[in-house]
């Protein structure tokens, strides 16, 4: 049992963990909608839930809940983490940013061009932006698995084109799948966020009135029409990022913590255990930001639970012969599998190219790192979670629905395979990489300044 538990420990330790999940979640749920388990998954699907009081409630089906609920804490901490990299990150000067940046633009314009092109005048044009995104959680977890010969620059590159691409995501969701707007629930949605910001204004350190303002303003966002998701958003970029206390207040702090510890280890004066644990306890808390001290609540649950529940809920796809041939008459799923297949390697190299060409001229580049790249773009082209998310707000109809999931999987499995092969064959020389990062990830000699209150630590991401 011993070892049983330790081996899931080092388990969920490691970056491949999350995608290694996904994949178990993707084939449990296409196992169980393809045998005699599958008419008791979609009525389990469509069980109601009613939560709040007779008159004033919100009534769902399980697929609603998990989609429009547990999915807002998804977004809520895509937020923060953009946030994060936005202030202190990756995202936060011009050199840094301008590759990954530009490359997630253009690779996500042009897979919603392909799907647009082909789907032109049909009813089918509103999936346009499910062959956007890409999902950093099977991105990282394949980069992973290839271990430490994959250069640092590649794992960074790959997250800030990820973190560029939830922003995306975002806006699109907000502004083309907004439903019929109910002003008076939108009006209490603003007084929420009127509420949140004066929280920050007033610079309250702690979460819990964040949360509970957050609750009611995911409660009118989902009420007014637009995609409750998007209240994980907002709520996320009004959290505080900076830290109350000064590196000198928490010293001082925690110092008095320390010697009431080492009084109460030498006496039996519950009063002195007491004090120590208090301040120790403060202390910690006052070492991270709100913000921070969130990201890192929800990381574990969001990854380990909610992403691989919302891939079983919506990966459950029935397959024969009728449907393999249904789906692959449609321009639904073809415009998803070239649109993620061709159009997001292809917007990405294209956009790296044009930098090199015309505005980065001496930056020096390698076969090497150009055959990196085409591995890195082939990976991006992985959708699955935000794909799927995105596929049921374009359609209504389950036949398209499915059509669309179809093309989901199809593309993300050809992507995963050849990406990985191809950057497993780059990677077999690790020293070709002394030319060409894309400026990234170079050492350079840099002055560490004094810590102060306005400074944050940059943590260190594996996710969105």
Known sequence: MRKIINYLKNFFKKDSSTGVLLIVATVAALVVANTFLRHSYHQFMELEFTVGFPNLNISKSVHHWINDGLMTLFFLLVGLEIKGELKFGRLNSFNSAVFPVVAAISGAAFPALIFWGLNYNTQYVDGWAIPMATDIAFVIGIIAMLGSRVPTWVKVFVTTIAAV???????????????????????????????????????????????????????????????????????????????????????????????????????????????????????????????????????????????????????????????????FQTSVTWGVILGLLLGKPIGILLSIWVLLTFFYKDMPTSRTLWKTLIGVSLLCGIGFTMSLFIANLSFNDDTLLQDAKMGILIASLISGLLGCYMLYQSTKEPQDYKTGTLGIGKKKKTVVPEPSEDMEVPKTHTAL
């Open 165 to 327: 691409d939830d922003l995306i995501a975002i806006l699109i969701i907000a502004l083309f799948y907004t439903e019929q707007i109910n002003w008076a629930a939108l009006g209490i949605a603003a007084v929420c966020v009127g509420a949140l910001l004066a929280l920050n204004y007033r610079k309250v350190n702690r979460l819990t009135p964040y949360l509970f303002i957050g609750f009611f303003l995911w409660w009118a966002i989902l009420v007014s029409g637009i995609h409750a998701t998007i209240a994980g958003v907002i709520l996320a970029f009004t959290i505080p990022l900076r830290r109350r206390w000064s590196i000198e207040q928490i010293q001082d702090f925690a110092t008095k913590g320390v010697i009431y510890f080492e009084k109460a280890r030498d006496s039996n004066h519950s009063y002195t255990a007491e004090k120590a644990h208090y301040y120790l306890e403060k202390t910690l808390r006052k070492i991270e930001s709100p913000l921070r001290r969130l990201e890192r609540k929800l990381h574990d649950p969001v990854y380990f639970f909610i992403m691989p529940l919302f891939a079983f809920v919506n990966a459950g796809i029935f397959i024969d012969s009728a449907v393999l041939s249904q789906a």
